[in-house]
């Protein structure tokens, strides 16, 4: 048995070490940055790759050439919603970041496919969703470790720029901000929708609060937008407040809108529980 024991565990010390992997941190860690621009949230992932003392585009990629814009895989950049990128449309979505490096202007590039990742040998044009230049500019500061910014804030725009050594390429990210406002401010002004109504006439039924409270919620829903659904809650809300005779005509209509959408089964249903009233 002390032979077996001492067998089993060898065997076990030696599959922990065939397993076992040594974690070390990685020459160009990943870097997320999220910032809200108006309504909109400009999201970007991305490695973080450092000068070292080397020239850049020269010893570290290559002017002219098109790079990942980062280290490892490509760097992405996420929209919540439709945006302009310097002038052109683009929708929401996650798009990877691909450029062209120069010594006075980069070419920029949204990339639909997100597997290409550095495969940059693979890249196709075709899969572009934009494509756009703008210039570089020369900072006096220099940053050791390469870092995308969202800067320069205000509502409904935004500046994104590459930084890395003396490098400093910035582009434009404009959001919609003025138009999800007024449209927020129109739904609001407007007042609760029907939906909203029938939403609350029915909490207040389900939950036996104000069945008065609820039948005004419930016939204000249904005089924007009956349906159905909306003209049995307000039956059942009648029935409770002792209103079955009018209850019975109101689930009639119910039943009768409810087979005009083929809804069978939901008149059934009606005829059930005015059986039972």
Known sequence: MRVLFFSVLSMFLLSGTA???????????????EQMV???????????PSVKGRELFVDIEAFGQIWRTGANASSKITFSDDVMVEGN??????????S????EEWTIMLYKDLALGGSVSKYDESQELVRFT???EMADDEVETFFIMVDNITLNSAEV?????????????????????????????????????????SYYYESGKDMNKALEWVRMANSENARYWTLRMEAKILHSLGQTAE????????SEMAKEAGSDGYAKQNDVMMSEW
Do not use: H
């Open 19 to 33: 397993f076992s992997q040594v974690l070390t941190p990685r020459p160009s860690p990943m870097c997320k940055v």
């Open 38 to 48: 108006g309504l909109t949230t400009v999201s970007l992932e991305f490695s973080r």
């Open 89 to 98: 449309k683009v929708p929401a979505g996650t798009y990877a970041l691909y």
């Open 100 to 103: 062209v490096p120069g010594k």
């Open 134 to 136: 703008v210039e570089n």
């Open 161 to 201: 720029s590459l930084q890395w050594g003396n490098y400093r390429v910035p582009f434009t990210v404009e959001t919609m901000t003025d138009d999800q406002v007024m449209a927020s401010i129109d739904a609001t002004m407007a007042g609760p929708s029907a939906g909203d109504y029938y939403a609350a006439a």
């Open 247 to 254: 209850a019975k005509i109101v689930m009639a209509k119910s």
